[in-house]
């Protein structure tokens, strides 16, 4: 069963230090979408990107964060510098093509970032 | 502002019963909308989705309801099942090519099923 897949499932980080957080889209899927989800709210929505393309980066904070999605290989959300705000889930989607109602984004498990 | 730290509003049902969720949407631009399921530790989940040329689509078991004049959007569970407890989102997607499809998320509802 080849759904999106993210590592690590979990992640502990210090603050101050960077976090990498990995999607592998469902297969034949060239468009990747990254949420944020604090408890008891919903998703936010931060970056999509097609094939090493951003297209839409207008949910992401503007310094520290930063997405790619090369040729070969996942999908990267990187954030530097981490600080406690940060701790969250971070959901990625993906989609197969932008034809709305014939490919709705499917979401992976996500990965739980937690800030000491 | 955003809001921090709310709790979830609770749907509480007993089995076999229906349920009902309800969403007020944002934006009368939208023409998409989904309902997603979310499990405890897990990702959402598609359950179904309604343009808004469509005011009713029916899936198994669920009924997705579309009042684009009050910009309200439900979600009927027939003859709810323990397995259906989870929490559930609408999002919805603003129209037009500049807006790259992301999903813009409710809230959400818990539902909760009793036997």
């Known amino acids: 069963n080849a759904g999106v897949m993210q590592n690590p499932r979990h992640l502990v980080r210090r603050r101050g230090q960077e976090a990498r957080l990995r999607c592998s889209p469902m297969?034949?899927?060239?468009?990747v979408y990254w949420y944020r989800q604090l408890p008891e709210e919903g998703l936010k929505f931060m970056v999509y990107?097609?094939?090493?393309?951003?297209?839409?980066e207008s949910g992401m904070p503007k310094e520290r964060f930063s997405a790619e999605f090369p040729k070969e290989g996942p999908s990267i959300l990187r954030i530097q510098q981490v600080v406690r705000g940060d701790s969250a889930a971070y959901f990625c989607?993906?989609?197969?093509?932008?034809?709305?109602?014939?490919?709705?984004?499917?979401f992976g498990d996500g990965t739980r970032l937690s800030i000491l | 502002g955003e809001s921090v730290g709310l709790h979830l509003p609770t749907l509480s049902v007993q089995e076999g019963d229906n349920s009902i969720i309800n969403c007020a949407y944002s934006?009368?631009?939208?023409?998409?909308f989904i309902w997603y399921k979310q499990e405890s530790g897990k990702g959402p989940q598609f359950i179904i989705d309604?343009?808004?040329?469509?005011d009713k689509r029916q899936g198994q078991r669920v009924t997705v309801l579309l009042n684009k004049t009050v910009k309200h959007l439900s979600l009927q569970i027939a003859a709810t099942q323990p397995g259906d407890s989870a929490v559930y989102f609408c999002?919805?997607?603003?129209?037009?090519?500049?807006?790259?499809?992301?999903?813009?998320f409710g809230t959400g509802t818990r539902l909760q099923v009793f036997p």
């Open positions: 989607a993906s989609s197969r093509t932008r034809d709305r109602g014939v490919q709705p984004q499917h």
């Open positions: 297969k034949g899927h060239s468009h």
């Open positions: 990107l097609q094939k090493e393309n951003i297209i839409d």
């Open positions: 934006n009368s631009a939208s023409d998409y």
């Open positions: 309604i343009r808004s040329n469509m």
């Open positions: 999002a919805e997607t603003p129209a037009g090519v500049d807006t790259a499809d992301k999903l813009i």
